[in-house]
């Protein structure tokens, strides 16, 4: 009877203890080994997103039509006055007393339509391009070619000559101007300070002019693009 007693007398709690305190660690490094190979499985169980080959279908002439005007509109961005344009819709708000013109403010909100349109006009003439070195040149155009604003770069009369001024550039000229007028007649500040009671008709026609200029000008900037790069423009390697 004392002998199972004393077999049990050599296992002290300590060692119990010490037992305990080294299984434990390896359970936790079991669970977090169970949780990364769980979040593994789970990864795998979601497909990644593949690019299908789809088979050509031709495309009937309608839709042709249709893929080519969203092609086409793309040119827009670089041809309507955006510099302008923002200039104005900052500066608006300011001259113009948020639409309660006074004798003062409308001088100026007229001064500020017309130094943006001006603007417009000039920036149409504009061009630039990239000197051997990479540096991007600005300049206006010319019946003789290209005029360098900083003078910094001459360039040879055969590279000029494509630079020179044409019949294009006035029509794109006009078109831009006519675009700003449209955005500026779209403006509530500009239209309450010319217009502060306008009648029925004169509603109808500031509605409606704005947008008749705006489809013409765009159908006309889609058929007879630009190759200019003026100041704000995306620059071409040439």
Request: overall charge neutral; proline content about 6%; aromatic content about 8%.
């Amino acid at each position: 009877m004392y002998f199972p007693t004393r077999i049990l007398s050599k296992t002290s709690p300590t060692r119990i203890k010490k037992n305990c305190q080294l299984k434990l660690p390896a359970m936790e490094i079991k669970v977090e080994n169970d949780n990364e190979s769980s979040q593994e499985i789970c990864e795998q169980d979601v497909p990644l997103l593949v690019n299908k080959n789809l088979p050509e279908v031709e495309r009937n002439l309608i839709q042709q039509a249709i893929s080519q005007t969203f092609e086409s509109t793309a040119h827009l961005a670089n041809l309507l006055p955006t510099g302008s344009v923002l200039a104005f819709q900052l500066l608006s708000p300011i001259f113009t007393n948020q639409g309660e013109c006074d004798t003062v403010s409308r001088s100026l909100t007229a001064g500020l339509v017309a130094l943006c349109g001006l603007s417009c006009i000039l920036l149409s003439f504009t061009d630039s391009f990239k000197d051997q070195k990479g540096n991007i040149c600005y300049g206006f155009a010319t019946f003789r070619g290209l005029w360098i604003i900083d003078g910094s770069v001459t360039l040879p009369p055969e590279i000029a000559a494509k630079y020179k001024l044409k019949f294009i550039d006035f029509v794109h000229a006009l078109m831009s101007i006519l675009v700003f007028a449209a955005i500026a007649l779209f403006d509530e500040n500009v239209v309450n300070c010319f217009y502060p009671a306008p009648s029925a008709g004169t509603k109808e026609v500031l509605t409606a002019l704005p947008v008749g200029i705006g489809v013409a000008c765009s159908m006309l900037f889609v058929v007879f693009p630009t190759k200019r790069h003026g100041i704000g423009f995306p620059v071409t390697n040439s």
